[in-house]
């Protein structure tokens, strides 16, 4: 349901009732079904969860869901939900700068492998940061190497939340020699 159909409504009620009480001396008591009204809204909307997906893949409001980083968006919300941000699909050309808020909800954040520098705040809430520090109250910087320039600058803010970020493990040479080699036969002329 459009959410202005239901605010203009509810205005025009207001309004009827003011004009019927200075005029026709009529009382229609609309503060307490207003009030309840907005709870049953709120409620339905919550259950039929048309918060949850947003148009443009950026945010989470009371749901939960996987969001896949794209180039193009700065910004990433959790708000009263959980979700998790993979930005390990993305290349960087030059320095970006990406913001995660988390508030009142549960956040996991999946960096790639590139030089990063990752900024938190936290507000009464939980940031686990890849070197298995802990920001419960103020401020932290993590980078991934001593570089003098990232490429990727992320600002994780928190309040009343819990955000945990990882990185995507970088492949050891272990893990090259036990994949198959292919080897390219040509044939003899």
Same mark, same amino acid.
């Given at each position: 349901?459009?959410?202005?159909?239901?605010?203009?409504?509810?205005?025009?009620?207001?309004?009827? %009732?003011?004009?019927?009480?200075?005029?026709?001396?009529?009382?229609? =008591?609309?503060?307490? =079904?207003?009030?309840?009204?907005?709870?049953?809204?709120?409620?339905? %909307?919550?259950?039929?969860?048309?918060?949850?997906?947003?148009?443009?893949?950026? @945010?989470?409001?009371?749901?939960?869901? /996987?969001?896949?980083? @794209?180039?193009?968006?700065?910004?990433? /919300?959790?708000?009263?939900?959980?979700?998790?941000?993979?930005?390990?699909?993305?290349?960087?050309?030059?320095?970006?700068?990406?913001?995660?808020?988390?508030?009142?909800?549960? @956040?996991?954040?999946? #960096?790639?492998?590139?030089?990063?520098?990752?900024?938190?705040?936290?507000?009464?809430?939980?940031?686990?940061?890849?070197?298995?520090?802990?920001? %419960?109250?103020?401020?932290?910087?993590?980078?991934?190497?001593?570089?003098?320039?990232?490429?990727?600058?992320?600002?994780? /803010?928190?309040?009343?939340?819990?955000?945990?970020? *990882? #990185?995507?493990?970088? =492949? %050891?040479?272990?893990?090259?020699?036990?994949? =198959?080699?292919?080897? /390219? *036969?040509?044939?003899?002329?």
């Amino acid at each position: 349901m459009n959410p202005s159909l239901i605010w203009g409504t509810i205005l025009i009620l207001f309004g009827l %009732s003011f004009i019927l009480k200075s005029i026709f001396q009529i009382t229609i =008591p609309l503060v307490r =079904p207003f009030f309840g009204g907005v709870l049953i809204y709120l409620g339905l %909307s919550i259950m039929m969860d048309p918060f949850n997906e947003s148009p443009d893949k950026k @945010s989470v409001i009371f749901g939960r869901t /996987n969001i896949v980083g @794209s180039p193009i968006i700065k910004t990433y /919300n959790v708000t009263f939900g959980s979700g998790v941000i993979d930005l390990s699909q993305l290349t960087f050309a030059e320095a970006t700068q990406i913001t995660i808020n988390t508030v009142m909800g549960s @956040s996991i954040l999946i #960096l790639p492998d590139v030089s990063a520098k990752v900024r938190v705040n936290a507000i009464f809430a939980r940031a686990g940061l890849p070197d298995e520090t802990l920001v %419960s109250f103020g401020r932290n910087v993590y980078k991934t190497d001593d570089q003098i320039e990232q490429k990727l600058l992320v600002q994780v /803010n928190v309040i009343l939340g819990n955000v945990d970020i *990882k #990185l995507v493990p970088k =492949p %050891s040479f272990s893990d090259l020699s036990q994949q =198959p080699i292919i080897e /390219n *036969k040509q044939q003899e002329a």
